[in-house]
T-cell receptor, first 113, second 113 residues
Framework: DARVTQTPRHKVTEMGQEVTMRCQPI?????VFWYRQTMMQGLELLAY????????DSGMPKDRFSAEMPDATLATLKIQPSEPRDSAVYFC???????????FGPGTRLTVT | AQTVTQSQPEMSVQEAETVTLSCTYD???????LFWYKQPPSRQMILVIR??????QNATENRFSVNFQKAAKSFSLKISDSQLGDAAMYFC??????????FGKGTRLSVIA
């Protein structure tokens, strides 16, 4: 049963610390999306990649967020330095260019105190 | 830019009854996909049903069906024979092929025993 995995599932950190979230897309999927869910903003796109190349990262605060795909099996989202307003659930999703569907990971709940 | 609007922040339904969740969207595109996702307390995003814009026939999945009105840009979800397990947040979403999802703000559905 192929699924998207995300680590960690929960993260509590202090303001100013670096946070790294990881995502393993489904094998064979060439498109990876990062979404953030907050009470105020709902679900919003942060960035997405196709064939490991970034296509759109306009949803990310550039000064503190960075997203990469070191290889086809790993996507990372880093926040440095973290702030309390970054507290949210971060979802990774993967898909293929020919499919309509995106498969979501379980999310990482981030709390910045 | 495409937008998705869910005008009902909360809805409730009696167990075994039928409920309809509303969604409207704005796009100038003719080829796109529409989705309803369910998010239970576990936070997992679960695809409930999808509709391809070029298909006139409304999609159905067991107790879930949609009323797709392309000209009116309306995409409502009907849940028949509601069950306690249907209680969750429901998100309407839009995407064109190979692009990220655009989500509505969600509707919280309560099911009353």
């Amino acid at each position: 049963d192929a699924r998207v995995t995300q680590t960690p599932r929960h993260k509590v950190t202090e303001m100013g610390q670096e946070v790294t979230m990881r995502c393993q897309p489904i094998l064979g999927h060439n498109t990876v999306f990062w979404y953030r869910q907050t009470m105020m903003q709902g679900l919003e796109l942060l960035a997405y990649f196709r064939n490991r190349a970034p296509l759109d990262d306009s949803g990310m605060p550039k000064d503190r967020f960075s997203a990469e795909m070191p290889d086809a099996t790993l996507a990372t989202l880093k926040i440095q330095p973290s702030e309390p307003r970054d507290s949210a659930v971060y979802f990774c999703a993967s898909g293929t260019g020919s499919s309509y569907e995106q498969y979501f990971g379980p999310g990482t709940r981030l709390t910045v105190t | 830019a495409q937008t998705v609007t869910q005008s009902q922040p909360e809805m409730s339904v009696q167990e075994a009854e039928t409920v309809t969740l509303s969604c409207t969207y704005d796009t100038s595109e003719s080829d796109y996909y529409l989705f309803w996702y369910k998010q239970p307390p576990s936070r997992q995003m679960i695809l409930v049903i999808r509709q391809e814009a070029y298909k006139q026939q409304n999609a159905t999945e067991n107790r879930f069906s949609v009323n797709f009105q392309k000209a009116a840009k309306s995409f409502s979800l009907k849940i028949s024979d509601s069950q306690l397990g249907d209680a969750a947040m429901y998100f309407c979403a839009y995407r064109r092929r190979n692009t990220p999802l655009v989500f509505g703000k969600g509707t919280r559905l309560s099911v009353i025993a």
